[in-house]
């Protein structure tokens, strides 16, 4: 089994800075990628930020330049560091690891962008 367990979320005022981090336990063996996924009510999900082992970053257009993942691969974590937040940023947010042969996903944590 493998367990990521996210950490980060919470209440920021539009303009603000949130981190997000997920570590990634268990039978981990090798992750091909991590990622952050998005889900706000009434809103078609997003992937918002994907980093390969290889250290390929891919953005979805509307966190372009506001956004930056990162990545501590001995300690199997991902960061997701959010600056300029927007209201339409409020969601709750997924890690996600891609172990093959599935794709893992942790529970999630909620970020609200005040305006």
């Known amino acids: 089994q493998v367990q990521l367990v996210e950490s980060g979320g919470g209440l920021v005022q539009a303009g603000g800075s949130l981190r997000l981090s997920c570590a990634a336990s268990?039978?981990?063996?090798?992750?091909?990628?991590m990622g952050w996924y998005r889900q706000a009510p009434g809103k078609q999900g997003e992937l918002v930020a994907r980093?390969?082992?290889?250290?390929?970053?891919n953005y979805a257009d509307s966190v372009k330049g506001r956004f930056t993942i990162s990545r501590d691969s001995p300690k199997n974590t991902v960061y997701l560091q959010m600056n300029s937040l927007k209201p339409e940023d409020t969601a709750k947010y997924y890690c996600?690891?891609?172990?093959?042969?599935?794709?893992?996903w942790g529970q999630g944590t909620q970020v609200t962008v005040s305006s």
């Open positions: 268990g039978s981990i063996g090798s992750i091909n990628a």
């Open positions: 980093i390969t082992r290889g250290g390929t970053t």
């Open positions: 996600t690891a891609d172990i093959s042969p599935r794709v893992y």
